[in-house]
């Protein structure tokens, strides 16, 4: 999340507009972006609005430096694919147009040990051009 969060900050210091999606069930990925704050999760968000009242403005968080923030949030540990709440909040997120937008980047901090293969999916559909995996917290690793 620190990583994911410098890079955001980084590329919207160089006056890029940034989003970055936090999606890890924990939902802590854009908290250093939003001075702690925590936010609601998509999937929290979904469980309490009907599909007719979702409003972008909702779910998307303006942070630190311009960086745009969302947690898609997911199953407590060991309880479902968190993979499917990934799913879901990209889902949610074209619905509402956030291609409309015109970000320069997107990033994604995504859960080191997500076993069931879920990330995958969002990314065969097209929600990533690139993709850079970050092993380690090394400096080098980027």
């Known amino acids: 999340s620190t990583i994911a969060a410098n890079i955001s900050a980084a590329l919207a210091l160089e006056g890029k507009k940034v989003l970055q999606i936090g999606c890890d069930p924990k939902h802590d990925s854009t908290r250093l972006l939003l001075h702690g704050e ?3 999760t998509v999937l929290d968000y979904l469980k309490q609005t009907s599909p007719d009242k979702c409003r972008l403005a909702d779910v998307v968080h303006r942070g630190a430096f311009g960086v745009d923030c969302v947690e898609a949030g997911g199953p407590e540990p060991g309880v479902g694919c968190a993979g499917r709440g990934i799913l879901t909040t990209f889902e949610l997120l074209e619905r509402l147009g956030i291609k409309n937008q015109r970000y ?11 076993v069931c293969g879920g990330f995958a999916v969002p990314i065969r559909r097209d929600y990533a051009e690139k993709v ?3 092993s380690s917290g090394e400096f080098m690793s980027i």
Do not use: E, K, P, S
């Open 104 to 114: 320069n980047a997107v990033v994604y901090d995504v859960l080191g040990d997500v």
């Open 38 to 40: 925590r936010i609601t």
């Open 132 to 134: 850079y995996l970050i």
